[in-house]
Structures are given as structure tokens and as C-alpha cells.
DNA sequence: GCTAAGTCAAGAGCAGCGCTCTCTTTTGTT
DNA sequence: AACAAAAGAGAGCGCTGCTCTTGACTTAGC
């Protein structure tokens, strides 16, 4: 393996010590800035702190991380990485043909990342660190991979014929949503209908908004005492709003 | 009126000039600190930078405001104030029998509000601000107003015999679940099965999940070209799930 | 009208922060 | 062994929240 780096001027040579070094030590600060997140919360991520646990001098770290901003992004990439990690295992483990089944299992998943992992959760879904702007070019891609597992679930249920938009729900639907909404059908290439499109985004942020009010805490403490049945009772009424209907046939 | 100090040792003398300095003192910081707030975000109030815009030195607010964290709390309460007041206004220019349309104008100023004042919506509904806990004794009154509104036009729907529990919906609810949705009926009076209650706690979530991701830039930047049509088919859409039919014939 | 109590602004100071610059040490390579 | 690149150390700038002391001023009671 050492000798390998022979291969002078190709474009894999694997690795020389430093740079497998230099590697791993990024790795501890962003390990070490999940700790703080967790601890103390985004806004009072310091660089001082993660380089006092590190044993090393402040300045130093600035040879590893551009930035206090650049640590977020870092820490940003891998938390969506850990969010969509799970849900995706979690929809994989349901049932292939159970398309219900797989929505609850993302869903759950969702919400139980998030309540392990409160402060992660806030940076990705709450407000917006101020001064900060998240790279597009980096953070889009991670960043949506839950609504994209959730739309190939839908769309894989219409494509079953499982999927009936519900009977109370045809709105009309104003021009210009309807040609945004074509858009992304055409985009992902999607059986569903757009109806069904515009209301997958409704659960997505419904999914989102009531993970939210359990992580921070808008019911009051006392209000419901097991919150995973509240959550579970949603779920079960989103995935009719989606136009999954409870345990068919199959 | 300014001969009234006379009423000596009585109950309510009318305010020295001390007192009102001070009263508007307190009201200029409030003022101020919405204005970092909307400018620099929570994160970065910064209470010297509220004393320079008011033209004293730092140390001179602490005399009004007991810490950062009680300008927090200020802000809190003045937002949580603003909100209910613009959600009871547009709610009570909808017509009094028409619990649908009430329905569409609590969302749609809660929307609203929350687009012109993303600041002072992300201090309520978004991350907690870390280490900073408000103090529930002064913030739950204000800060359960728009959900005693919401779930005050469904009671009244219900009254009127024009909720339908919607025919999908029927799904069991767990023991614990009911047990604390039966609390909240016999707490606040209602008329409300059970069932509904907890579809009004979704209805709410999804409300300010739907808010949240438009106003912390949870879609793309060109997703949804008028994220105002988006929105107000999600409201059609939650009406319905509320149990609020299509304009019926009321 | 004068004194005592209460109120408030100012300034210095502490510890922490992000970040930059310079200098020295370590380390991998030739 | 000699050298150049990489990394750490340290000082320093300007900012933050917050505390404490000092001095000026306003109000209230005798």
C-alpha cells in the first residue's frame, strides 16, 4: 500500500499520511461541534470550545475549517446525511408493496431523529441562523432527500393503483400551481397526479410542522402525555390526505 | 386630570412623570429590539447595540430591562401580542355564520403575519433560543391565542351542526390520547367530539408547518411561484380535514 | 427648605467570542 | 541530513453580555 504511490502523476494516488491525518481531525471537529450543538444549541456553536476540546490552540482550527460559518455547513451536510440514513432504512424495512406502511415508517422516522437529535433538527428545519446562508450547491442535495423518498412512495402507490384522491378534494387548482406542480411531476417523471402532488406537499410540511411543535415544544408540557400517540393519529390522517387508504385489500 | 395626584394614599395615583419616563423608556427598547430583531435576527440581539440606537451607554438599559433574556421575553409577549390581534381582526371580519371562511382568514393572517414579521415568527415558532427559557407564568397566555381561536370556530361550527367528521376519519384513538382530548373538551367547554379535537391540533401543526417551510425557504427559491395559490390550497385542503365542508349552504 | 431616600447614567472591567497575523515547531519527503 | 510544507502557538482587534462602583439628579418627608 505504500509503495503504491508510484503511480506518480495519477489521479487516485491513495492517500499520504498527512492528508489521512488532516481527514481525521476535521472529522473530530465536526464530531466535537455535534457535541456543542447538542449541548448548547447552534447559536452558541463556538470554535473557541470545539478547539479547547480538541487540546488545541483557537486559531489553530482555522487550518481545518474556513469558518464558524463553514462548521455549520459541515454540520448541516451531516445531519441531513444521519436524517435521510434513517428514513431511508426505515422505509426499506416496511413492506415493499405496503406503500402505507412505508409513509408511517418515514414519518416515525422522522420524528424520532428529531427527538433524539433536537438541536441537529433545529438547525435543518428551524429558524434560519442569522448571517448565515446555507451553499445551495452543497446542502440541496442531502437536504431533500426525505421529500424525495416520500414523493417515490406516493408515486410508486399510483403507480400500484392504490393511490384515490379523496373524494372531497377536487379543488381547482389556480394556473400558476398547476404549471409549478406539472413541473415537478415532469421533473421526477411522476405518475401521480397533480392533485395528489400538491397534496404530498401538504403532508411533507404537515409531517414537519407537527415534528416541530413536539421538538420545540409548542403543546404544553403537560397537555399530551404520550405524544407518539398524537403523532401516530396524525400520520394515520395525513396518509389519507396523501390518498393512501388504510390497509387495503393486499 | 393632572390635579387627580390629590387622591392621596388612594389605590391608582395616575403616574408620576417618573413613571411615565420610564414606561416609555421601556416601550422605546421594546421598539428598538424589534427592529435589531427584524434586521439581525434573534441570535445577534444585542442589548449594547439597542442602547447606542437609544443614545445612552450600555449599562444604562439594565436599569429598565433586566437582562438580554428579559428583552427576549418582551419581544416574545409583544409579537404573541401582535399575532392574536391581527388573527382576531381578520377572523372577526369574516361573517359570523361562516366558520369556513373564518377558518381561511386565521390561516391566511397567520401566513401573512408571519411573511411581514419573519423575525418575530421565527422568535415564537422556530428554534428555541438556546439557554433561554420563557417564562410560561407570562407567555402562555398570548402565546395560545390563535389555537383557542381556531379551536373556538370549530366548537362553533360544531354548535351549529355544520362539522362533519369526515367519512375516511374514524380511526381509534388510543386510551391516553382520549383521556387528554377529553380533558381539553370538558377544559375549555366544547362541543367537539373527541375525534375532531384532535384533527383541530393537526389542522394547527400543519398550519404553522406549512407557514414555516415558506417562510424559513424550505422550498426551493423557484419552486412555487406564488406561494400565495400553494398555501391557500393546503387551508382548503386542512378545512376539510377540520371537518369544515365546502361552502355548504349555511 | 432641607435632608434622606430613591433613581439613573456613566465608566471601568471581566470573560468570552470570531477572526487575522506572525512566528515557531513538527513532519513527510527527497 | 536538508528542506519545504503543514500545523500549532500566541498576541491582538473589536465585538458581546453582564457586574460593580461612582457620581449626579429627582422625589418625598419633616
Redesign the interface.
Known amino acids: 500500500m505504500t509503495e503504491v504511490k508510484e503511480t506518480a502523476a495519477g489521479v487516485d494516488r491513495p492517500l499520504t499520511p498527512r492528508q489521512r491525518a488532516r481527514t481525521q481531525t476535521i472529522a473530530d471537529i465536526v464530531r466535537l461541534g455535534r457535541q456543542h450543538l447538542a449541548t448548547?444549541?447552534?447559536?452558541?456553536l463556538s470554535l473557541r470550545a470545539v478547539a479547547r476540546d480538541l487540546g488545541v490552540v483557537s486559531s489553530a482550527v482555522y487550518r481545518y475549517v474556513e469558518s464558524r460559518d463553514e462548521l455549520l455547513t459541515l454540520l448541516l451536510i451531516d445531519a441531513f446525511g444521519e436524517l435521510g440514513d434513517e428514513v431511508d432504512t426505515a422505509v426499506g424495512q416496511a413492506p415493499e408493496g405496503d406503500h402505507r406502511a412505508r409513509f408511517l415508517a418515514l414519518g416515525r422516522a422522522v420524528r424520532e431523529w428529531a427527538l433524539r437529535e433536537p438541536a441537529s433538527y433545529?438547525?435543518l428545519?428551524?429558524?434560519?441562523?442569522?448571517?448565515y446562508n446555507a451553499p445551495a450547491e452543497r446542502t440541496?442535495g442531502p437536504g431533500t432527500r426525505v421529500i424525495v423518498s416520500l414523493v417515490g412512495i406516493l408515486d410508486a402507490a399510483s403507480r400500484a393503483g392504490q393511490l384515490s384522491v379523496?373524494?372531497?378534494?377536487s379543488?381547482q387548482?389556480?394556473p400558476?400551481?398547476a404549471a409549478?406542480l406539472a413541473a415537478?411531476r415532469s421533473e421526477f417523471g411522476l405518475d401521480l397526479p397533480e392533485e395528489l402532488v400538491?397534496?404530498g406537499?401538504?403532508v411533507w410540511?404537515?409531517?414537519?410542522?407537527?415534528v416541530?411543535?413536539e421538538v420545540?415544544?409548542?403543546y404544553?408540557p403537560d397537555?399530551?402525555?404520550?405524544p407518539a400517540?398524537?403523532f401516530?393519529?396524525?400520520l394515520?390522517?395525513?396518509a389519507?390526505?396523501a390518498g393512501l387508504?388504510?390497509h387495503a385489500s393486499r
Open positions: 448548547h444549541g447552534a447559536a452558541a433545529a438547525l428545519f428551524g429558524s434560519p441562523v442569522p448571517g440541496t379523496p373524494a372531497d378534494g379543488h387548482l389556480p400558476t400551481l409549478d415537478i400538491a397534496r406537499v401538504l410540511s404537515s409531517l414537519f410542522g407537527a416541530s411543535f420545540f415544544n409548542q404544553g397537555t399530551f402525555r404520550v400517540e398524537l401516530d393519529h396524525h394515520a390522517v395525513l389519507g390526505i387508504r388504510a
